[in-house]
């Protein structure tokens, strides 16, 4: 089975500080993972995928994420916050022939001025 | 190109009562995912469904149920309404088969609150 950790429920940084939003996870079978973002009141918008090609991954708005098996980790980070990025994120695995992704429980990112 | 689309966006219901959530997914996907989402948590997966078929279900009651029409829109049913439903419901569809690494667009969810 499939599980995923994200370490801190609430994360604050202050404008221009590094992202680090941590997520460990838990498969029995090379795992496929996901970053995801959520705005208030909106739905799930993709940062990233990890798809076993280059451990290190880019996605929109400056993310990136490091796939490290020995530690199975797959932290999202970011060199320098900005006021918009303030929202949830949630971190995501799926497994290959599964039809089911898991989330993580999220991490709210709250970004100072 | 719309994007997923979801209806109603808000809806009260009282316990015991049933619900029908509606998604269209964007223009050419045929794999439709549904996943629960309670305040202060992450998604849970409910269904996937493509081409008409069921390729995946969580670990939801028999309340729960689905389908997906021949244009790849879907229907979420929620039966015998408890307070324990009130969550926001996502809807995202994906090109594909519906594998791993299929990316997932996401709607704007239906947000159901039960009384």
């Known amino acids: 089975a499939q599980s995923v950790t994200q370490l801190g429920s609430h994360v604050s940084v202050s404008e221009g500080a590094l992202v680090l939003l941590r997520c460990n996870y838990s498969?029995?079978?090379?795992?496929?993972l996901f970053w995801y973002v959520q705005y208030p009141n909106q739905g799930l918008q993709l940062l990233l995928k990890y798809t076993s090609a280059a451990t290190l991954v880019k996605g929109i708005n400056g993310f990136e994420a490091e796939f490290k098996k020995s530690e199975t980790s797959f932290h999202l980070t970011k060199p320098s916050a900005h006021m918009s990025d303030a929202a949830e994120y949630f971190c995501a695995v799926s497994v290959t022939g599964g039809f089911k992704t898991i989330f993580g429980a999220g991490t709210r990112l709250f970004v100072k001025a | 190109d719309a994007g997923v689309t979801q209806s109603p966006t808000h809806l009260i219901k009282t316990r015991g009562q049933q619900v029908t959530l509606r998604c269209s997914p964007i223009?050419?996907?045929?794999?439709v995912s549904w996943y629960q989402q309670v305040l202060g948590q992450g998604p849970q997966f409910i269904f996937q469904?493509?081409?008409?078929?069921?390729?995946g279900r969580g670990n939801f009651p028999d309340r729960f149920s689905a389908r997906q029409f021949p244009n790849y829109s879907s229907e979420l049913n929620v039966n015998a309404l408890l307070l324990g439903d009130s969550a926001l419901y996502l809807c995202?569809?994906?090109?594909?088969?519906?594998?791993?690494?299929?990316?997932?667009?996401f709607g704007p969810g239906t947000r159901l609150t039960v009384l």
């Open positions: 469904y493509y081409e008409k078929e069921e390729r």
């Open positions: 498969s029995s079978v090379p795992p496929y």
């Open positions: 995202a569809s994906s090109l594909g088969g519906g594998t791993s690494t299929d990316t997932q667009y």
């Open positions: 223009s050419g996907h045929k794999s």
